[in-house]
Structure formats: structure tokens, C-alpha cells
């Protein structure tokens, strides 16, 4: 730029600082804040969408002008300390050339949005506040401009308790914003460790973490039966050929990648319970179908076997390919209804990202964790056909394994049974395998290490069996239906509440009502609490959906403490024992 220009765009403003002195300070500039939600929580944020209108035949420095001595706009907040304004979206800017100028100017002209994200502190109590929105900018036109001020409008935002349903609002508006970030709009989710954790590392060390977390998933109870279920499956399917074996662990482990991938993405992106698949009748039926499959190919009645054709391209591959990954696909469900603290917050994680290739890229490694040992447990189970004399007591293995998997089928058809018998079905289907095994079954008799296990398994299944169908005098937590109306009627005492989110398929609900709910402290602690159970095994209907919405429910088993000023303090996902659910209770209470 030309000494002569420089001072020529000088004296400008120069100028139009004394004619604003002189009173020409225009309204040229409005703007309107508009949130993404009706209600915000604390710990939470939150999108807003600022539509700025400026006046025809002005226009004002954009956010990156091109030289250094002008002035850009910059969009603030004051005001509350506990709203902070953590990112800012312009608009795209576009180029003015001045009539005495060369060089162009960044500006924007006419309406244009920008978007920002606000945190907002976990400090803040429910209530309705203000937040004031400053855009400072200056305005020019092609032969003046005036002095750098600032316009501002108010944002009446309301911070809601963890009760409180929070929708979407504005879509219309924000469709104009070009947001560079991501909030969650449909539920705010509070950061919590697996969160941290993630964002403060890097995406090949919060790979790592995460396939650790789907090696620890092992652990949980709904992993327990894939155990037997692998063993007996590669048990007679390559005849210890360790490569055919790795071949068969390997599909077996990929098609579990696949089904926890889909079904974690998917869950992540709905807001579905983690599982929510398991609630339709079709794919019930459709899984235990499988299992019953599977089961008849243990007894011999068939193989899974690849087409012809493939086997000789494959070079006279064995059968079991197909089966193999079939298999796996099927297990990923099977895994599904154990979300633990883990899986939740890997979830919410992936929810509040938006992205689904990162969920897929997230949730595909968390499988090949949790399918990682079942490689070396496929080839070391198939390895047993090499011991002397395997093919008749290998048979009678198979055999109870295929009892196994016949059980699996009937667990999962059990929330389509009605409650009156489905208690019982398991139980009494245990006592005649038990008694088959022990009268009828007389392969590899024979052989004395067999006899002895096939008769002390199936005394233990009898034994469970009786257990399961004996009456007892256990006592429990004392609960209640949950309804709107319950909530409402009996808490006219202001007393605190305790809400146990639970599903008929889920294990660990099963454990906490066996051994945390039934621990005398636990009963003696809840009797100043109002306590509800929700039942959550048919998530796919309106009612329910309607509860997971209310009050953020993203798996099973989920229990939430209450205090008794209705603020939910404690939220408890996955099975917790009774020393930390008793000292829990006492926080609250």
C-alpha cells in the first residue's frame, strides 16, 4: 500500500470518530441469539446461533481482516463467569474492494449467523439466567466508516436438574450456522473419566485404551457363557490344524467385531439403549433360532460347510468358514446387554462427537478387545481333538455343549414368556438335562476322566436348578412400579428417591437385586428413600422410550439417587456390591 493511501484511509477514520462524536452513531448492526436447547444442565454445553442483520450499503470487518490496523469483530460474553464461551464459528467472509483502494477488505455484508459453544460450569444451580451476548465490530461504507463499537443482546437460558427432558429447538436457525465443533444437542452429557480420558490423549493411545477396556469387558456376566460356547463350537473343527483353527478364530473375531460395532454406533448416534435390538420379538426369536441351530450341528445332525464352489477355490477348505463368522456375528449380540460404566461413557463419548466413522473406528477396536482372547481359545479348544482317543468322548462333549446352547436360546426368549412361568423354565430345563446326562447319555462312559465330569456337572446343574425353584424367605429392598403418578403420590414427604432401571435380559440387574438389593444395610438404608423400579425390557415401547428420554437412561442396569430436593446425585451404571451402594445411599442422604 502507497504512503498516499495510508494516509488518505487515516484521515477516514479520522473523520468518522469526529462525526460520530458529533452524534452519527447509527444503529447499522442487530443481532439475535438464539440456543439449540430449551434447557441446559450443569457440567453440560451448549450451541447458540447469533443472526447479525446489517444495515444495505454497509458492511463490517469479518473476524480476520486483511491488514494489520483494522479492526476486526469479535463475538464475546459478559457478564456470569459460570458461562463460558469456549468456541466461536464465524461466517464465511467475502471480499469488498473500495473505490480508492486496491487491496480488498474481508467483510460480511446483509444477515449473516455465527455460532458459538458455552460451558457451562458445574457449579451453577437450576434456574433461569442471562447471558450477554457483545459483538464489537465496525462498520464502513465505500467513503466512510465509523468509530468501533459494539452491539448487544440478551440470552435467557434455564439450567435444569438431571430430571428434566431437554429437546432440541431453533433447527431451522442453526441450519444457516457452519459449526466447526460439536455439542451434544439431543441430551447434554456430562464429561466424566472415560471422556477425559479420551479427549486429553491422542487417537492412537485412546485406541489402546479403549481395546484394553474390551479386554476387561471379559470379565462381565453376560461374557461368561461365550466361554462354553467357543470350546465347544472350534472343539471338532479342524482336527488341531493350528492354521485352519487361527483361520476360524479369526472370522469368529471379526464378525463380533462387526455386530458390537454396529450395534455401538448405531446406539451412539439414537440414543438407544445399548442392546435395544434385544427387545424385538422378531430378533428374539430370529437369535434363538441361531442357538437351536447351532445346537443340532453340536449332535451331529449336520456341519455349517461353505458352497462347493468356494471350498475349491479356497483350496479344499474344511467347513466351518461361514459358521465361524456367523457365529461371531451372532456372540456380538450376546455381549451387547453387559454395559457397564465402560461402555457407557464410550457411548455418550461417541454421541456428543456426532461422527459416525469415529464411533465406527472406536467401537470396532472395543470388539476386537473383548474378542481378542477367543482367538487363542479357539485355537487351544480345537487342540483337544488332538488328544488320544478323541473322536467318542469329543462326541459326548459336543453334546453338552449343544445342551449349553439350547439353554442360551431359551434365556433369551424369556421376556416373551409370561412372568408367571418364565422363572421356571430354565430351572426345570436344567433338572432334565441334568437327569439325561446322568441315565441316557452313555458315551465315552468308558473313559473315567469323562464319567467323572459329566456326573459332577450335572449334580451341580440339578443342584442350581433346585435352588433356582426353591421358595425362600429372602428379604429385598421393598419396591415399587415406577409411574409418574407413584413418584408423585408417594413422595408427598419431600424424602429422597432411589429409581433401579432394569431389564428382564440383563445379568448384572439380576446380580444387584441377589446380592447388593437383599444386604440388610442396604434395606435398612432405603427406607428413607422412596424406591422405584423401571422396568426397561421393552424399550422399544412409547412409555419406556419416554422414561430413557427423561431421565438420559443409556443402558441397563442404571440406578439413580434422588435427594429430596429432587436433584439426582448419584447415577450407578452396572453392578455395584453393597458396600458401595450403602455408602452411596449415605452421601445422598
Known amino acids: 500500500m502507497t504512503y498516499f493511501r495510508k494516509i488518505l484511509i487515516l484521515f477516514l477514520f479520522t473523520f468518522a470518530s469526529a462525526y460520530a462524536q458529533f452524534g452519527m452513531n447509527q444503529d447499522l448492526v442487530k443481532i439475535k441469539t438464539f440456543n439449540s436447547l430449551d434447557k441446559v444442565y450443569a457440567g453440560s454445553e451448549f450451541k447458540v446461533a447469533v443472526k447479525i442483520n446489517i444495515d444495505s450499503t454497509w458492511h463490517i470487518n469479518s473476524d480476520k481482516p486483511y491488514e494489520d490496523y483494522l479492526i476486526p469483530t469479535e463475538l464475546t460474553i459478559e457478564g456470569d463467569e459460570r458461562f463460558k464461551l469456549n468456541q466461536v464459528a464465524y461466517p464465511e467472509a467475502h471480499d469488498f474492494n473500495l473505490s480508492f483502494s486496491e487491496t480488498p477488505l474481508s467483510v460480511w455484508e446483509g444477515e449473516v449467523f455465527a455460532g458459538a459453544l458455552i460451558e457451562v460450569?458445574?457449579?451453577?444451580?437450576?434456574?433461569?439466567?442471562?447471558?450477554?451476548?457483545?459483538?464489537?465490530?465496525?462498520?464502513?461504507?465505500?467513503?466512510?466508516?465509523?468509530?468501533?463499537?459494539?452491539?448487544?443482546?440478551?440470552?435467557?437460558?434455564?439450567?435444569?436438574?438431571?430430571?428434566?427432558?431437554?429437546?432440541?429447538?431453533?433447527?431451522?436457525?442453526?441450519?444457516?450456522?457452519?459449526?466447526?465443533?460439536?455439542?451434544?444437542?439431543?441430551?447434554?452429557?456430562?464429561?466424566?473419566?472415560?471422556?477425559?480420558?479420551?479427549?486429553?490423549?491422542?487417537?492412537?493411545?485412546?485406541?489402546?485404551?479403549?481395546?484394553?477396556?474390551?479386554?476387561?469387558?471379559?470379565?462381565?456376566?453376560?461374557?461368561?457363557?461365550?466361554?462354553?460356547?467357543?470350546?465347544?463350537?472350534?472343539?471338532?473343527?479342524?482336527?488341531?490344524?493350528?492354521?485352519?483353527?487361527?483361520?476360524?478364530?479369526?472370522?469368529?473375531?471379526?464378525?463380533?467385531?462387526?455386530?458390537?460395532?454396529?450395534?455401538?454406533?448405531?446406539?451412539?448416534?439414537?440414543?438407544?439403549?445399548?442392546?435395544?435390538?434385544?427387545?424385538?420379538?422378531?430378533?428374539?426369536?430370529?437369535?434363538?433360532?441361531?442357538?437351536?441351530?447351532?445346537?443340532?450341528?453340536?449332535?451331529?445332525?449336520?456341519?455349517?460347510?461353505?458352497?462347493?464352489?468356494l471350498v475349491a477355490k479356497a483350496g479344499g477348505a474344511k467347513s466351518g468358514l461361514f459358521g465361524a463368522l456367523f457365529m461371531g456375528l451372532t456372540m456380538g449380540i450376546v455381549a451387547a446387554p453387559c454395559i457397564g460404566p465402560f461402555v457407557i461413557g464410550l457411548v455418550t463419548y461417541v454421541a456428543a462427537k456426532g461422527d459416525p466413522y469415529f464411533g465406527l473406528l472406536l467401537f470396532f477396536v472395543l470388539a476386537l478387545g473383548l474378542g481378542f482372547p477367543y482367538l487363542f481359545l479357539a485355537v487351544f479348544s480345537g487342540k483337544i481333538k488332538s488328544l488320544p482317543r478323541a473322536g467318542e468322548w469329543m462326541d459326548a462333549v459336543k453334546h453338552v455343549f449343544g445342551f449349553i446352547l439350547i439353554a442360551m436360546a431359551l434365556y433369551f426368549l424369556l421376556p416373551l414368556l409370561p412372568k408367571s412361568i418364565s422363572g421356571y423354565v430354565l430351572p426345570v430345563y436344567m433338572l432334565l438335562v441334568g437327569i439325561y446326562l446322568l441315565v441316557f447319555e452313555k458315551l465315552a462312559n468308558k473313559i473315567l476322566g469323562f464319567r467323572i465330569f459329566k456326573i459332577v456337572f450335572s449334580v451341580l446343574i440339578m443342584a442350581i436348578a433346585v435352588y433356582a425353584i426353591s421358595p425362600t424367605d429372602q428379604n429385598s429392598v421393598e419396591w415399587t412400579p415406577y409411574s409418574d403418578e407413584a413418584l408423585t403420590q408417594l413422595n408427598d414427604k419431600h424424602r429422597g428417591v432411589i429409581i433401579d432401571f432394569y431389564a428382564d435380559w440383563c445379568i448384572p440387574c439380576k446380580e444387584l437385586d441377589a446380592l447388593t438389593f437383599t444386604d440388610q444395610r442396604v434395606i435398612d438404608e432405603s427406607k428413607s428413600f422412596i424406591t422405584l423400579k423401571a422396568d426397561m425390557t421393552k424399550s422399544l415401547a412409547p412409555e419406556v422410550e419416554m422414561l430413557r428420554e427423561k431421565y438420559n437412561i443409556l443402558g441397563v442396569p442404571t440406578v439413580l439417587i434422588i435427594d429430596n430436593s429432587g436433584v439426582e446425585r448419584q447415577r450407578i451404571t452396572g453392578f455395584v456390591n453393597a458396600d458401595e451402594f450403602l455408602e452411596l445411599m449415605k452421601v445422598v442422604n
Not at 151 to 167: G, H, K
Not at 193 to 199: G, M, P, R
Not at 260 to 271: D, K, N, R
Open 121 to 309: 460450569s458445574d457449579e451453577v444451580e437450576p434456574g433461569i439466567y442471562s447471558i450477554i451476548i457483545n459483538l464489537d465490530y465496525q462498520a464502513c461504507n465505500d467513503i466512510t466508516c465509523l468509530a468501533p463499537t459494539v452491539v448487544q443482546d440478551t440470552l435467557i437460558v434455564e439450567v435444569a436438574d438431571r430430571q428434566a427432558i431437554v429437546n432440541q429447538v431453533n433447527q431451522d436457525i442453526f441450519e444457516n450456522v457452519d459449526l466447526a465443533f460439536t455439542a451434544s444437542v439431543s441430551q447434554t452429557v456430562e464429561r466424566d473419566v472415560i471422556t477425559s480420558a479420551l479427549e486429553e490423549s491422542g487417537l492412537l493411545l485412546a485406541l489402546v485404551f479403549v481395546f484394553l477396556g474390551g479386554l476387561a469387558l471379559n470379565l462381565t456376566p453376560c461374557v461368561y457363557p461365550l466361554i462354553p460356547i467357543t470350546i465347544g463350537y472350534f472343539g471338532w473343527q479342524s482336527e488341531g490344524s493350528t492354521g485352519k483353527l487361527f483361520t476360524l478364530g479369526l472370522l469368529f473375531v471379526l464378525g463380533m467385531a462387526i455386530t458390537y460395532s454396529a450395534i455401538g454406533v448405531i446406539t451412539a448416534l439414537s440414543g438407544a439403549l445399548f442392546g435395544a435390538l434385544l427387545q424385538n420379538p422378531i430378533v428374539i426369536i430370529i437369535i434363538a433360532a441361531i442357538f437351536v441351530a447351532l445346537s443340532l450341528s453340536m449332535f451331529g445332525l449336520y456341519e455349517f460347510q461353505l458352497p462347493s464352489g
